[in-house]
């Protein structure tokens, strides 16, 4: 059974913290990706991969960073967690031709 | 940047009805997928339409395709209640296969 996991279903932190979102897949895709989700505004896209080592910024990067040093896992970082990152966070994968996305189950962030 | 957008925002319909959901996109596309999410949950993918295909089926769902509308439609018949959730439609920009996502539909089915 394919899996997209991620860290976490529920994280608090601190305003000024540094945090990691961990994502992880097991399906050998090359492509992964992080979106945050806020009511009314859908999913927006923060940064993707490639491949490994590879990262290239979405529609909404200000904020955040990312790490990918192996093919299975993809990092979002958020360098100082600020009250308007309160979020869900979403990662998902595809192969490298585009066909369905698989989607962990959401990391729900609250920056307080 | 928001490439497909669906319409209703919000849906609230009986058991046994059908459900019709719309997608508008802006450019042209490889192809178009429709995902369901639980509240709180991740995305599920459910069907995938190319952009050489006009309709597809699966199960209790229809989707339809017209390119030249820049539009696609998802209908699930005899709907239940277990199919409460909320719609996404998502395109990839010819060429770059980044998944791109509307704001969704929300179903309300009741029983």
């Known amino acids: 059974d394919v899996k997209v996991t991620q860290s976490s279903r529920y994280l608090v932190k601190r305003t000024g913290e540094k945090v990691f979102l961990e994502c992880v897949q097991d399906?050998?895709?090359?492509?992964m990706f992080w979106y945050r989700q806020d009511p009314g505004l859908g999913l927006r896209l923060i940064y993707f991969?490639?491949?490994?080592?590879?990262?290239e910024k979405g529609d909404i990067p200000e904020g955040y960073s990312v790490s990918r040093e192996k093919k299975e896992r993809f990092s979002l970082i958020l360098e100082s967690a600020s009250t308007n990152q309160t979020s869900m966070y979403l990662c998902?994968?595809?192969?490298?031709?585009?066909?369905?996305?698989?989607f962990g189950q959401g990391t729900r962030l609250t920056v307080v | 940047s928001q490439q497909g957008e669906e319409d209703p925002q919000a849906l609230s319909i009986q058991e046994g009805e059908n459900a019709t959901m719309n997608c508008s996109y802006k450019?042209?596309?490889?192809?178009l997928q429709w995902y369901r999410q639980n509240s709180g949950r991740g995305l599920v993918h459910l069907i995938l339409?190319?952009?050489?295909?006009r309709e597809k089926h699966s199960g209790r769902l229809r989707v339809t395709l017209d390119t030249s509308k820049k539009s696609s439609s998802l209908l699930i018949t005899a709907s239940r209640a277990a199919d409460t959730a909320s719609y996404f439609c998502?395109?990839?920009?010819?060429?770059?296969?980044?998944?791109?996502f509307g704001r969704g539909t929300s179903l309300i089915v009741h029983p």
């Open positions: 998902a994968s595809t192969p490298r031709v585009n066909t369905e996305a698989f």
């Open positions: 399906m050998d895709h090359e492509n």
């Open positions: 991969s490639y491949d490994v080592k590879m990262k």
């Open positions: 450019t042209s596309i490889n192809n």
């Open positions: 339409i190319r952009s050489n295909e």
């Open positions: 998502a395109t990839d920009i010819r060429g770059s296969y980044i998944p791109t």
